[in-house]
């Protein structure tokens, strides 16, 4: 009865199974492809090495190559976490010797309201270097009353400029808009960089020129380390020969068994149905 139901139905059946391992298939490729960094446990920094130079501070970590910045543009980018601050290097070659660099931290939309954000360099609003900040939409920046962090950025005479900032993960500085941030979540990140007027100069590039492609790095969860159990002292008993034992039979997982007898089925239903399809 139940292969006779399958022949009948087997064309719904089959377009249907298709559909549900396209869906499986598009799952599994969104979950592999959500995140660019996984911002893994490392070592701290400590602020006097917040200098705009890349050291032996990132040794611990593998840094991301050729990645895309905004508005042109390939980085080479260094992050992670110490469970206290998060950490990040950005390294690229500009077009001028005088440019601004900007982070935004939280949201994939480019300078949307009340967003977090750092910037470096520029000329009026962070002359030394850093200044915590906040969007509050297209083209609005604000400072933050309460400077949390510390950031640097260097710019070598080849152009080659390089940005360091360390920010506490939880800074409860809501009115700075400032991300709490959370193992195993995901967060937006937008590098962006302007040389051509606004607060730098010197060069042809326009933070406008083209529409930012946001990066999501994704905060991985630290094990729990389980605690070593303590041992009690003892008396070590003499033990007395006993017959070797048989292993105990192990038994496969019944939905493994489950799994295997619908293949069984469905595989017999489908050869029946063609066989009588050929006839």
């Given at each position: ?73 390939n980085a080479q980018i260094w992050i992670k976490h110490d469970q206290t601050h998060l950490f990040i ?122 529409s930012p492609n946001p990066k999501i790095i994704y905060i991985e969860p630290q094990a729990t380390p ?54």
């Amino acid at each position: 009865m139940i292969i006779k139901s399958l022949q009948k139905s087997l064309p719904s059946f089959a377009i249907i199974l298709l559909l549900i391992l396209s869906m499986l298939l598009i799952s599994i490729t969104f979950v592999s492809a959500q995140s660019d960094f996984t911002v893994s446990k490392g070592n701290t920094i400590n602020d006097s090495n917040i200098d705009g130079i890349i050291g032996e501070e990132w040794d611990d970590v593998s840094s991301y190559n050729n990645i895309e910045i905004s508005p042109q543009g390939n980085a080479q980018i260094w992050i992670k976490h110490d469970q206290t601050h998060l950490f990040i290097a950005v390294q690229f070659e500009a077009d001028s010797n005088n440019p601004w660099v900007a982070l935004q931290l939280g949201d994939p939309n480019c300078m949307t309201s009340n967003i977090d954000g750092a910037l470096f360099g520029h000329d009026d609003l962070s002359p030394n270097g850093y200044q915590d900040i906040s969007f509050s939409g297209f083209g609005i920046i604000s400072s933050d009353l309460s400077q949390d962090g510390n950031g640097a950025i260097d710019i070598s005479t080849s152009n080659t400029v390089t940005i360091e900032l360390k920010k506490p993960l939880n800074t409860q500085d809501n009115d700075g808009r400032d991300i709490q941030w959370s193992e195993d979540n995901n967060y937006a990140l937008i590098i962006m960089w302007d040389s051509n007027g606004g607060g730098s100069s010197s060069g042809s590039t326009g933070h406008t020129a083209n529409s930012p492609n946001p990066k999501i790095i994704y905060i991985e969860p630290q094990a729990t380390p389980s605690p070593t159990p303590t041992l009690s002292p003892s008396v070590t008993p003499t033990l007395s020969p006993s017959p070797t034992s048989s292993p105990s039979p192990t038994f496969p997982d019944p939905l493994v068994i489950l799994a295997i007898i619908a293949v069984v089925v469905i595989g017999s239903a489908i050869l029946i149905y063609f066989k009588k399809k050929a006839k």
